[in-house]
């Protein structure tokens, strides 16, 4: 086997092989050579509900194997890279959720971008994408910064957690319907811990959505019949099973073909984020 190439990380200087090795220093990483590995769904759906805590969840989340062709598509691009980050680690794992546990705001994406979070291993950080979103958040008051470009660079979220319904980096930005599903206890195991503070939930665009319905829905939230459609702007009332009343709340995905084409801007981000 030849020797990993090992790179520096932009913030801590630090060397790091790309994917990189669990418990080997990464900003945030939570998870070590000991952390149990998913392979397969039901591994998944075990270790999700069996995760004690959020630091443990989100260790299991961050070294999960179970979908074969997401798993060789994050480590190829980790591998590669794109030349402007020739000379980075790349993080090439799946990537947890972002933010205080008991947050009232939750905002659910769709999952790492190739070269964005499967780089620094956070959401939305190091894109286009999230210049947007962490711009939006600072003025909100959400983020102590609009910068979002490192693991380690400072940012803090108050109030607001990030989430991808599916973790890891899918090819043109699709995963398939398999890979949803796999992914899916993940993201019922973090909505599970939110459910009793959670006030709001944003969702950017369609598949952010319905993982977000099918996973209250799982965990016995009423949600209103006809299930409610995706929609710039649009709202629904969720009940959880203790009668709590919480706002789902649909907004474009910050992608860049959105914010570029001004089918999604400042203003209009600003007015939903505003609303939650
Ligand atoms: Fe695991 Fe989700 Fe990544 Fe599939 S997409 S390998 S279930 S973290």
């Not at 062709?69 to 972002?98: I, M, N, S």
């Given at each position: 086997?030849?020797?990993?190439?090992?790179?520096?990380?932009?913030?801590?200087?630090?060397?790091?092989?790309?994917?990189?090795?669990?418990?080997?220093?990464?900003?945030?990483?939570?998870?070590?050579?000991?952390?149990?590995?998913?392979?397969?769904?039901?591994?998944?759906?075990?270790?999700?509900?069996?995760?004690?805590?959020?630091?443990?969840?989100?260790?299991?989340?961050?070294?999960?194997?179970?979908?074969?062709?997401?798993?060789?598509?994050?480590?190829?691009?980790?591998?590669?890279?794109?030349?402007?980050?020739?000379?980075?680690?790349?993080?090439?794992?799946?990537?947890?959720?972002?933010?205080?546990?008991?947050?009232?705001?939750?905002?659910v994406g769709l999952a790492p971008a190739a070269h964005g979070a499967n780089r620094t291993g956070r959401n939305f950080t190091g894109d286009r994408s999230g210049d947007w979103l962490y711009g939006a958040l600072h003025r909100a008051g959400y983020a102590n910064q609009p910068e979002s470009w490192a693991a380690g660079d400072g940012l803090t979220l108050e109030g607001v957690r990030i989430i991808a319904p599916v973790r890891c980096a899918p090819p043109q930005n699709k995963p398939t319907t398999t890979e949803k599903r796999t992914c899916a206890p993940w993201l019922d195991a973090d909505l599970a811990r939110s459910a009793p503070v959670v006030r709001s939930i944003m969702c950017l665009g369609s598949i952010g959505w319905d993982a977000t319905i099918a996973g209250v829905r799982h965990a016995g939230w009423e949600v209103p019949r006809p299930k409610p459609r995706f929609g710039h702007g649009a709202r629904a009332v969720l009940r959880t099973p203790e009668g709590r009343e919480v706002a789902l709340v649909g907004c474009y995905h910050v992608s860049q073909q959105n914010t570029f084409t001004g089918k999604l801007t400042e203003a209009m981000l600003d007015e939903i984020i505003a609303s939650l």
């Open positions: 086997m030849p020797e990993p190439v090992l790179l520096p990380h932009p913030v801590t200087g630090a060397p790091f092989a790309s994917p990189v090795e669990p418990g080997t220093g990464w900003p945030d990483d939570l998870a070590s050579a000991d952390t149990p590995v998913a392979r397969t769904p039901a591994q998944v759906g075990r270790l999700a509900q069996g995760a004690v805590g959020q630091d443990e969840l989100d260790a299991r989340i961050s070294v999960c194997r179970a979908c074969p062709r997401l798993v060789g598509w994050r480590e190829e691009v980790a591998t590669t890279k794109r030349a402007a980050f020739a000379d980075q680690p790349y993080w090439g794992r799946p990537v947890p959720a972002l933010g205080p546990p008991d947050a009232p705001v939750v905002i």
